[in-house]
T-cell receptor, first 118, second 112 residues
Framework: GAVVSQHPSRVICKSGTSVKIECRSLDFQATTMFWYRQFPKKSLMLMAT?????????EQGVEKDKFLINHASLTLSTLTVTSAHPEDSSFYIC??????????????FGPGTRLTVL | EDQVTQSPEALRLQEGESSSLNCSYTVSGLRGLFWYRQDPGKGPEFLFTLYSAGEEKEKERLKATLTKKESFLHITAPKPEDSATYLC?????????????FGKGTKLSVKP
């Protein structure tokens, strides 16, 4: 299956600072990537859809000025949590569509990034 | 309201004890149903995609089936390494490609 990586896997930062998380498709080109947030023992919550070369589409209730998404190439999308606060602490996961025939809607997920804001 | 419901929330099995996980959905115009496995502290791992009622897919000890209202993930003779949370998802009606609605998952524990 397709491989998606994330970096860093864990990050601890102070309140008020910004944190950037990278999501890369390693063996395919991804025109569409997704960013999710997952709270303990809860399912995945879609935050935004990231399309290469265009602005991200944010889900209702997600602050686009706080969660900046950039998809500058076909293999890289970044999520920047600006002015992070303790309530932003969570597990952030990205995914990507391969666009291959027969799996047009199948998302492949990265390993996730655990963000802790002190 | 479009919804995906998984049951049971948690399932404990003995090694070798076969069982099934359920995913029921109420979305109209299903465009795809997806099964993922998630280990603690990791991202979901893709298992299967099902598109139409009657479709079945298998991978090792896992078999996924689909009807017009629900999907089952059958686990045959499970091993401890099958312990994980299994997530079900469907395409969000009217949503863009890949926009999924996830269920809350079934946490499977297999004891040796």
């Amino acid at each position: 299956g397709a491989v998606v990586s994330q970096h860093p896997s864990r990050v601890i930062c102070k309140s008020g600072t910004s944190v950037k998380i990278e999501c890369r498709s390693l063996d395919f080109q991804a025109t569409t990537m997704f960013w999710y947030r997952q709270f303990p023992k809860k399912s995945l919550m879609l935050m935004a859809t990231s399309n290469e070369g265009s602005k991200a589409t944010y889900e209702q209730g997600v602050e686009k000025d706080k969660f900046l998404i950039n998809h500058a190439s076909l293999t890289l999308s970044t999520l920047t949590v600006t002015s992070a606060h303790p309530e932003d602490s969570s597990f952030y996961i990205c995914s990507a569509l391969t666009g291959l025939a027969g799996e047009a809607d199948t998302q492949y997920f990265g390993p996730g990034t655990r963000l802790t804001v002190l | 309201e479009d919804q995906v419901t998984q049951s049971p929330e948690a399932l404990r099995l003995q090694e070798g004890e076969s069982s099934s996980l359920n995913c029921s959905y109420t979305v109209s115009g299903l465009r795809g149903l997806f099964w993922y496995r998630q280990d603690p502290g990791k991202g979901p791992e893709f298992l299967f995609t099902l598109y139409s009622a009657g479709e079945e897919k298998e991978k090792e000890r896992l078999k996924a089936t689909l009807t017009k209202k629900e999907s089952f993930l059958h686990i045959t003779a499970p091993k401890p390494e099958d312990s994980a949370t299994y997530l079900c998802a469907v395409n969000r009606p009217g949503g863009s490609q890949g926009n999924l609605i996830f269920g809350k998952g079934t946490k499977l524990s297999v004891k040796p």
